[in-house]
């Protein structure tokens, strides 16, 4: 794969693995290969060798600054000052794609204009739409979960990790529940943008022009005849007297709805993967449904659904001693920061309940912390009350787990489980 170059940086045929490289300032920076095929124990590994670089690390083959470290992913996150989101601009529209509406959307902009959306947007992924949320959720997750342990042997992808946060973000959308069976194909491509190979383009651009028209539809129905769902809420949505343009709304929609569904179908997917390895925390979790929230904490932070946090260079900036000029693209690689042995004791054993487990970076930091992270975590919490009780033991019928193509989303595409009743 040899993505094009992108703006502050060169694009290089790098070979595969560790090579050497400049910046324009010749002190000497290392370059991973981040596409290379790898296991689970060789990813950390080389995230462990690029903590211990004494700057930043570049990424083959297009040449991203990468950090590594806690510090400085967090640092990332939270300075929109020096590192701009705008980065998620440029990497949803290459040049074989053509216009997205998610180079858009509200991960994409900065102060002001990231303030007066997220005013606007976080009304529904508050308090008061949570527990709104809390009953349906739960009535259906006891229901697929009841499904999946009656069929014993199961793909529990299918069969209840994708499937609950699918059906609850299509209900809260107002979304016809005939259309809910090609939201998979739909977040599966648009999580593949950044990472596609050649044999992949046409059937990511007919998504994007599938999802315009359908979700465009939508909106214009809203607009006729509002209802009691999140789409017409943001079509009345108000702030200081502005509201959001069609164009703005159909933009977050391409944001929510793959992203609503994916980050939480990983970590629930995640989640039953620890449960099967580490089968104490299951009976943990049987004799004290309190152990549940402490337990997905740690799910989060050793295991993120989101491994990258993309950012854009202002101007020439230097972080962790290393020069990054103006324009560059930046990835903060938070499957590495979530393990700094800086931060966090034993950052390579699953301990749930650890000190500091809440400072993991998955959801992110600052202005653009995830707006849906309080839905993901009711989602995986009441997935998980709902199928413990229900199972003495949660059995991987494969040790080789066939994880989701690309580098962005990272959990399970397939999940084959045999679920022992209790």
Not at 10 to 35: C, I, K, N
Not at 69 to 75: E, G, I, K, L, P
Request: charged share 25%; with cysteine.
């Amino acid at each position: 794969m040899e993505p094009p170059a992108l703006p502050g940086h060169r694009g290089t045929s790098a070979a595969r693995g560790l090579v050497a490289a400049t910046t324009p300032t010749e002190m000497p920076v290392q370059t991973y290969d981040l596409f290379a095929p790898t296991t689970e124990a060789e990813r950390h590994a080389r995230y462990a060798r690029m903590r211990t670089e004494p700057g930043l690390c570049r990424i083959a083959p297009f040449g991203a600054y990468a950090a590594a470290r806690y510090d400085d992913v967090r640092t990332l996150q939270k300075d929109a000052q020096r590192f701009s989101s705008e980065a998620l601009a440029t990497t949803a529209e290459p040049p074989w794609l053509g216009p997205n509406p998610v180079a858009r959307s509200l991960v994409t902009r900065d102060p002001p204009r990231h303030t007066q959306l997220r005013a606007l947007l976080s009304r529904a992924f508050g308090p008061t739409g949570m527990a709104r949320l809390e009953a349906q959720v739960r009535h259906e997750a006891q229901t697929l979960a009841e499904a999946a342990v009656h069929q014993r042997e199961v793909d529990l992808v299918d069969a209840f990790s994708f499937v609950l946060p699918r059906n609850i973000i299509g209900r809260m959308l107002g979304l016809e529940p005939s259309t809910f069976t090609g939201f998979k194909r739909w977040s599966v491509n648009m999580g593949l943008i950044t990472s596609a190979l050649p044999a992949q383009h046409q059937d990511i651009r007919d998504t994007v022009k599938e999802m315009e028209d359908y979700l465009g539809d939508v909106i214009a129905a809203r607009r006729r005849q509002p209802g009691e769902d999140m789409v017409s809420d943001l079509l009345r949505a108000e702030v200081e007297g502005q509201r959001l343009t069609d164009a703005e709304v159909l933009s977050f929609l391409f944001l929510l709805l793959p992203a609503g569904m994916e980050t939480t179908a990983q970590l629930i997917g995640n989640a039953a993967i620890l449960l099967a390895r580490f089968p104490e925390h299951l009976e943990q979790a049987r004799a004290d449904r309190a152990h549940i929230p402490r337990f997905l904490e740690e799910v989060l932070r050793y295991e993120p659904p989101a491994q990258f946090a993309f950012r854009v260079a202002t101007s020439d900036v230097e972080l962790s001693g290393t020069p990054i000029p103006a324009g560059s693209l930046v990835m903060g690689l938070v499957g590495s920061a979530n393990r700094d042995e800086r931060v966090f004791e034993q950052p390579d054993a699953f301990l749930p309940g650890r000190d500091k487990a809440s400072q993991h970076l998955s959801f992110g930091h600052g202005i653009h912390f995830c707006l849906g992270a309080q839905l993901a975590r009711l989602e995986a919490r009441l997935a998980l009350e709902a199928l413990v009780p229900r199972i003495r033991a949660l059995r991987l019928r494969s040790q080789d787990i066939e994880w989701l193509p690309g580098l962005t989303i990272h959990g399970p595409r397939t999940l084959p489980v045999e679920l022992i009743p209790a």
